[in-house]
C-alpha cells in the first residue's frame, strides 16, 4: 500500500511494529497534520487505480500486527475476508484515528465490556482494546454487503462522510 511517510526514519526500530498512539513522539510536525486531516491516504489512490484496494472497505493492518491481534481478538482475520482493504471505511468515519471510541457514543458505553474482557490487571490498556471495537465496525460494514440496498446505502454514506472526517480534522 502506498502512503506518504509521517514517522521518523526508523520509528519503530527499537520497539518492532507497533500501532500508533494519540500524541505519538514518532510522529513528524507534517505527518502530524497530514494523519489529522487524512490526507496521507492520499497516495493510495494509486492502489485503488491498480485494483489492490478499494475506495471503501475496512482499513488493512500491517501483517506483523494482524499475527498477534488474531491471537487476542477470536474473529479478526475474518474482517478482511473476501473484501479489498479500502482508503476509507466505516471504522474510520465513525472512531478516531487510532480506532478508540469518540466519547459519548453509543459504541464508547460498550467499550468497557470489550476491553480487557477477561480483567488481567497486565492487558489494561492494550492495543487489542481500541482493534476489538474496530472489528465491531468491519464485520458492521461486511454484514452490509450482504444486500445491494444496504452495500449502496453504505458505500454512500462513508464516501459523504469522509471528507466531512477530513475537513474537521477530527484524526490523531
Request: hydrophobic share 40%.
Amino acid at each position: 500500500m502506498t502512503k506518504f511517510r509521517t514517522m521518523q526514519v526508523d520509528a519503530e526500530k527499537h520497539t518492532g511494529a507497533v500501532l500508533a498512539a494519540d500524541r505519538d513522539p514518532r510522529i513528524t510536525r507534517v505527518g502530524s497534520w497530514l494523519r489529522k486531516t487524512r490526507l496521507d491516504e492520499l497516495p493510495q489512490f494509486w492502489d485503488v487505480l491498480r485494483g489492490k484496494m478499494s475506495l471503501v472497505g475496512p482499513r488493512p493492518e500491517r501483517p506483523q500486527l494482524i499475527r498477534d491481534l488474531a491471537h487476542a481478538i477470536p474473529l479478526f482475520e475474518e474482517r478482511m475476508r473476501g473484501v479489498k482493504p479500502g482508503i476509507t471505511g466505516l471504522a474510520q468515519v465513525s472512531l478516531g484515528y487510532s480506532g478508540a471510541a469518540k466519547e459519548g457514543s453509543e459504541i464508547a458505553q460498550l467499550a468497557a465490556s470489550m476491553h480487557n474482557p477477561f480483567d488481567l490487571e497486565e492487558a489494561d490498556g492494550a492495543i487489542a482494546d481500541d482493534m476489538r471495537i474496530k472489528l465491531l465496525y468491519d464485520l458492521a460494514y461486511l454484514t452490509s454487503l450482504e444486500k445491494f440496498s444496504t452495500y449502496l446505502w453504505m458505500e454512500i454514506s462513508v464516501i459523504v462522510k469522509t471528507p466531512l472526517v477530513m475537513l474537521r480534522g477530527v484524526g490523531r
